[in-house]
């Protein structure tokens, strides 16, 4: 049942007459806004440049989507590559036309036509967005070397005693579980000797990445890959130091649960799909109808995938389809508990966007990964209170629980060294190197890892090759996002259980919304956070530290 995915509403196949017929009207669009280039731009310039990129926008995104989940299913699929491949030509081509737009109005003029016209007002955060950061008006700007990235990396599989394994198990993972950590040394042998023979290949393909982003925020005006990162997500420095001293005074908090007796783990049992649906419908219908409607809907309609095929991309992912105003989850499911963490994460991410699809246009759907992240980790939440309060096994209660502070681990410790890590990459390039020597990667994966966890015992030196989130041209420092959006859906849960029910529900929908056209600071301030104070961070480890003490005393 979860095996096949519903793709035939986007396009039958890739041959069909719609696509041909889109791309034409795509570049028909085109021609339209080239026909409004002027000097001097006025209110109905605007106007028609909004619609035209507007129903633009959604012709690209239906024809990317159609390729993508092609190739999530299936990494070698070469029809959905040239596919790609031509509509970001395509893509090219519509913003450098919208670039020429946008050169000929200034900041000050969109401020002052937006006080006269509702429809520039409500374009107003991404007609700004657009004026420096073009990229990031529907998908990400994707080169052959994120595709040879995708197709080395697929093609690795390790077999051990004639059971494929995934190459992305971390030590962390090998000391939770007993099961796994019987096979730690053969896994690990056969995985370094895969990565061995392809490490320089990932070095390069590593440095030609980050320069790409050298040479991308050169064009788009920023001065630093972290600017753009930065305003891409709607954020600014004061925050993104507000998070990373509060990683740095908190991290202590984890070492007494890292020192403890994980064995219990290794006995994590099975569960069914039947399992992991009836969690996520019961926790989601205690929080709203219509999230419980989106779950079961997405379930029943084949709109998501989560058989282990070889061939699928590693990990899980959404994809909205602005067509449809549906969503489609890609992911695996091996019957485990954090698998039905992941589900309800990909889901969070499916009701944030069925949310902004029925509320805003195109152009204000664009949601920025710190702000995501926040939605999808907050619906993880709502299981493990669920779970929690429903499970009367302390054994059982005590692994739930071990899954979601893993994830704080990963998503904290492991995130703070990604983010050493590639901020040394960018030092190093921008300090003149030619090209990235793999041993140093590996020392200086090492070293990251060390500062950050500060234990030896969870280094893996080929962690820069095997995540994927380092091999993007115009998502540098990505994986900051995840940590900012742990803390910050804590702090939020947290609300959530103090506030009456319905008045959080009403927030956390205008949240949602408005999370494609507001920045991180005006969508704060609906439930009055400073995103800027470390404060509001610290919260969410005092949350955390009540969870591992939680743990350790069952």
């Given at each position: ?48 440049f909004?619609?035209?990129?507007n129903n633009?926008?959604?012709l ?8 993508r ?11 959905a590559?040239?596919l ?7 893509e ?7 670039s ?22 409500n ?6 967005q ?5 990229y ?9 070397y ?17 059971t ?11 000391l939770?579980?007993?099961?796994l ?30 320069n ?12 630093t890959p972290?600017?753009m ?17 509060s ?9 007494k ?17 039947d ?11 205690l929080?709203?109808?219509s ?17 282990n095929?070889k ?36 889901l969070?991410?499916a009701y ?46 005590k ?17 703070y060294?990604r ?6 990459i960018f030092?190093?390039?921008?300090n ?22 500060g ?7 080929h ?33 959530f259980k ?5 008045k959080?529900v009403n927030l956390?929908t ?7 056209c ?10 009055d ?17 009540r969870?591992?003490?939680?743990y350790l005393?069952?």
């Amino acid at each position: 049942m979860f095996n096949e995915l519903n793709l035939n509403k986007i396009y039958t196949d890739f041959d069909s007459k719609e696509i041909k017929n889109d791309i034409n009207q795509i570049y028909a669009f085109i021609s339209d806004l080239s026909n409004i280039l002027t000097k001097i731009v006025k209110i109905k310039d605007v106007e028609k440049f909004i619609e035209i990129s507007n129903n633009t926008i959604v012709l690209i995104d239906k024809i990317a989507s159609f390729s993508r989940l092609h190739l999530y299913l299936n990494t070698n699929n070469t029809k959905a590559v040239n596919l790609l491949n031509k509509i970001e030509e395509v893509e090219i081509k519509f913003k450098k036309i919208q670039s020429k737009f946008l050169n000929n109005i200034s900041l000050t003029t969109i401020e002052e036509y937006s006080s006269n016209s509702e429809c520039i007002y409500n374009h107003k955060y991404i007609l700004k967005q657009l004026k420096f950061n073009d990229y990031n008006i529907n998908f990400s700007y994707n080169s052959k070397y994120e595709q040879e990235y995708n197709k080395l990396i697929s093609s690795n599989k390790i077999t051990i005693n004639q059971t494929i394994y995934p190459i992305n198990y971390t030590s962390f993972d090998f000391l939770i579980n007993n099961k796994l950590n019987k096979i730690k040394n053969n896994y690990l042998q056969a995985r370094n000797d895969i990565f061995y023979l392809h490490e320089e290949d990932y070095a390069n393909i590593l440095f030609n990445i980050k320069n790409k982003t050298n040479n991308l925020i050169k064009s788009l005006g920023f001065s630093t890959p972290l600017e753009m990162s930065l305003f891409s997500a709607g954020l600014n420095m004061t925050t993104l130091n507000a998070l990373l001293n509060s990683i740095e005074n908190n991290r202590n908090i984890f070492s007494k649960y890292l020192d403890s007796d994980f064995s219990i783990l290794s006995d994590n049992k099975l569960y069914t799909i039947d399992d992991a649906k009836n969690a996520i419908y019961s926790a989601f219908l205690l929080f709203d109808t219509s999230l419980f409607k989106l779950a079961f809907d997405l379930f029943n309609n084949q709109l998501i995938n989560l058989d282990n095929n070889k061939d699928k991309i590693i990990g899980s992912c959404h994809l909205k389809i602005l067509f449809l105003k549906e969503s489609r989850i890609v992911g695996h499911f091996n019957g485990k508990i954090k698998d039905i963490f992941q589900i309800a994460h990909e889901l969070g991410h499916a009701y944030q966007n069925y949310l902004i699809m029925h509320s805003q246009t195109p152009l204000n759907s664009n949601v920025p990964t710190s702000t995501c992240e926040i939605i999808s980790t907050f619906c993880e939440l709502l299981v493990l209170d669920y779970l929690l309060r429903e499970t009367a096994n302390l054994k059982e209660k005590k692994i739930i629980l071990s899954n979601f502070i893993n994830y704080s681990i990963q998503a904290i410790l492991d995130i703070y060294a990604r983010f050493l890590f590639e901020d040394e990459i960018f030092n190093l390039i921008n300090n003149g190197a030619k090209s990235l020597d793999y041993n140093y990667l590996n020392e200086l994966m090492l070293k990251s890892q060390m500062e950050s966890y500060g234990n030896s015992k969870y280094l893996d030196e080929h962690l820069w090759i095997y995540k994927p989130h380092f091999y993007s041209i115009s998502a540098p420092y990505y994986n900051y996002s995840y940590a900012l959006g742990l803390l910050y859906a804590l702090v939020l849960f947290d609300n959530f259980k103090k506030m009456p029910r319905n008045k959080f529900v009403n927030l956390f929908t205008s949240f949602c919304q408005k999370s494609g056209c507001s920045d991180f600071f005006e969508l704060s301030s609906l439930f009055d956070i400073n995103s800027s104070d470390k404060m509001s961070f610290n919260s969410a480890f005092a949350l955390l530290n009540r969870m591992i003490n939680d743990y350790l005393s069952l």
